[in-house]
């Protein structure tokens, strides 16, 4: 009884939030889970969840696999808003259940934040847990990469559900043998691409064996630690791979899996990585081909991340960094496109970003090709901006402007390419700048 007033209570405030034209975002779950902290629990559920975690790409990797979904035909709830911890879930899950808790859908999706996965999965179904990469991640708030690992790990001990992992990242596929009466275990590995390394370019995690400490031995390194390993000694990393995709043809933007060509929309060897993810998922479902290849054509999440627009004659790629990783796999797009190009890094260090923002030293900034300036800004505008010095690259080319509509009119004083990185409160400002400068010209 209590929680059937709980329900009718976010239902309404809903309904004001929306008259209002408030976005809700957690509110509905903070107070539900005031009023019941088990409320997750009490949820009413038939349909398969599957959920997705990791350090980056939760976010574009999830909404791809519920707009494949939907594409087929299927109702799916999801956190599309990118609302991933406890909160954003009930938030998600009071939107669209009926007022006895039960939820109306034909599928689950849900992105959540890797700290989150045991404390919401032991109280809420899971069918299909899929995971994509860890890096060093806003430390402050998660510990470090190996203390959120052996979480997740102690998690999946018991759990029997499908598991996606990407068997080209160590700290991923090591999850595979969390519980060895899981039978339903798959992973996914990407052949060598163009710019793939022999050297690890990047700074990356996971360099020595989880189970017998040995120095990891690797073919290649795509991007950070990511690559084709094996443990030399206890041969970790040697594992039967349902799906694998080959001819990684960023230029033509696509990727072959069992003779089928795939065509994404970005040019990058993380999107290849994301989108085999979500293949895995559907062929787990049966999702008829025809839909998943349609989808990866046209999905696309305009929202910042991985975004292109034309603003004033100018091609202008967005992408989310709040991490080195994510700045890094950003810098490889950059550098794979030969023309001039301005770049703009927009580094805040507001509360969701984390205080600390040394990570940008772990930035690869050694060889920028045909930048012709870089402008920074945001909150630490000054500090990026001595970072990208530091790195070698000629000073007088770079210029600090902490306020944002400066900076984004300076980037646009030239019609050169324009390659836009910000941080996580800085992402949307920045965007809607550059949109509002794209309407008034
Ligand atoms: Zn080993």
Redo the contacts with the bound molecule.
Sequence with gaps: MRNFFIILFAKILNVILKIARKQGGNILGKIALKLNKNLLKDFKVNSPVIAVTATNGKTSTNNCISYTLKQAGFKVVSNSEGNNMETGIVSTLLKNCTLTGKIKADYICFEIDESYVPKIFSKFRLDTLVILNFFRDQLDRNGEVETLILKINEFLKTYEGNLILNNDDPNVSRLGLANPNNDNIYYYHVDKYKYATQELKEAGEGKF??????R?EYEFYQYSHIGKFH??????GENEIYKFAENIDLEKRSFDVSGITYKIPENSIYTVYNHLAVLCVCSIYNIDTEFVLKSFKDFSLNNGRSEKLEINGSNTFINLAKNPTGANVSLRILNEDSSNKDLLFVLNDNIADGFDVSWIWDINFDSLNNVERIITSGTRAYDIAIRIKTSGFDHTKIQAFPELDKAVDELYSTTNNKYVIANYTALQPTRNEILRKGKIL
């Design positions: 064996c989880p189970f017998c400490k040995t990891l443990c030399p000694k206890c041969n970790f």
